[in-house]
């Protein structure tokens, strides 16, 4: 989650990966989600997501029960970027003395959603903490063998699309930290503020995409610039992408203007739509298959195989640099 990335988080992993056996069979570290075949024909796919006091939340900011959907919601967007199904999931929290009733409005928000997309809570662990709060879901799915999202799935001549609208829930984190009162009841804010705290995880979406033949998607955890990376080195793809072409939150661009909202899209994440990869002649095929109300817009292209993969960054044509911190015109 990209309130929680270090600098050096994905290099520290890898040192991590190092240390372990090397897998024989299935999908290991590196993608949404690990997936292996307990028999064939069968496809199990596994992901966990911890959110921490501090880091990803504040409990003046967010309600418990918003919390405990969005614990949930984070996993079931791994799965979605899988094309996965889930199933059911396990809840650890740490509480500090005196959090038992905000526990139990925690599981009202993560009961919510685990009814509406079928998940099943079957067990966890419950320990005490000094501080601070920590929430961990670990969720298991199923998917087809033959129709797993893939970050690698990407070819030469693909299209890059995007899911819904970009830099919301990032905007409505902006808001709070700017902490103005009078933008904050503006009603621009509702949407902006409900994407940050109630993410809806694309599951309907991923289904649908996996059904309809497309190889390779990831979710929109860490910002659209992170997410093209993600895909064009686990592909070894050399990717375009036109940021004029995002479908940036209208509610963002009203209350931050369009450049700080272009911004977010790029870099400020938790949108938890999906960014995939899909054959033009391919796309037609998608859009038929598509959920109600989810939008796609097309915004690059995979321009070419490369070794380690690399993405460009388009604007009005010019390649520009985007910065950790946003953009900066060559
Ligand atoms: P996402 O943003 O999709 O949740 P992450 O960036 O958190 O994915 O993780 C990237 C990959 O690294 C995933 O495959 C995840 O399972 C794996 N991973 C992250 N942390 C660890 C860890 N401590 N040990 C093993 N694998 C890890
Ligand atoms: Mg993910």
């Avoid at 949404?32 to 409990?59: C, K």
């Avoid at 599981?107 to 685990?114: C, F, M, N, T």
């Avoid at 931050?256 to 272009?262: I, K, Q, T, V, Y």
């Amino acid at each position: 989650m990209n309130a929680s990335r270090g600098v050096g988080e994905f290099d520290l992993i890898e040192r991590l990966a190092a240390r372990l056996a090397p897998l024989e069979s299935g999908l290991g570290i590196g993608d949404d989600a690990a997936a292996w075949s307990p028999e064939p024909g069968r496809l199990v796919v596994a992901t966990t997501d911890m959110l921490v006091e501090g880091i990803h939340f504040r409990l003046d900011w967010t309600t418990a029960r918003d919390l405990g959907w969005k614990a949930l919601a984070v996993n079931l967007s791994d799965l979605a970027a899988m094309g996965a199904r889930p199933g059911r999931a396990l809840v650890s929290i740490a509480l500090l003395p005196g959090q038992a009733d905000l526990a139990e409005q925690l599981y009202d928000g993560i009961a919510e959603l685990a009814r509406i997309t079928g998940a099943r809570v079957v067990g966890g662990d419950t320990v005490r903490t000094p501080g601070p709060l920590v929430l961990n879901v670990a969720l298991v799915g199923d998917a087809d063998p033959d129709r797993l999202l893939r970050r690698g799935g990407a070819w030469p001549g693909d299209l890059l699309v995007v899911s819904g609208s970009v830099g919301a829930s990032a905007a409505g984190l902006a808001l709070l930290v700017a902490g103005d009162a009078a933008v904050l009841a503006r009603p621009e804010a509702v949407p902006l503020l409900a994407a940050h705290h109630r993410p809806w995880p694309q599951l309907a979406l991923g289904a649908a995409l996996a059904g309809a033949g497309v190889r390779c998607a990831i979710d929109i955890s860490d910002g659209v610039a992170s997410e093209a990376w993600h895909l064009a080195r686990a592909s070894g793809m050399e990717i375009e992408v036109d940021v004029d072409r995002l479908p940036l939150s209208g509610e963002a661009v009203a209350l931050l203007g369009p450049a700080r909202a272009r911004e977010l899209a790029l870099t400020g994440g938790e949108d938890y739509q999906l960014l995939f990869s899909v054959p033009e002649a391919m796309l037609a095929a998608v859009e038929a298959a598509l959920p109600p109300d989810v939008r796609l817009s097309v915004i690059g292209r995979v321009t070419a195989a490369r070794e380690g993969g690399a993405v460009r960054f388009l604007e009005a044509g010019v390649p520009i640099d985007i910065q950790e911190a946003g953009y900066v015109a060559f």
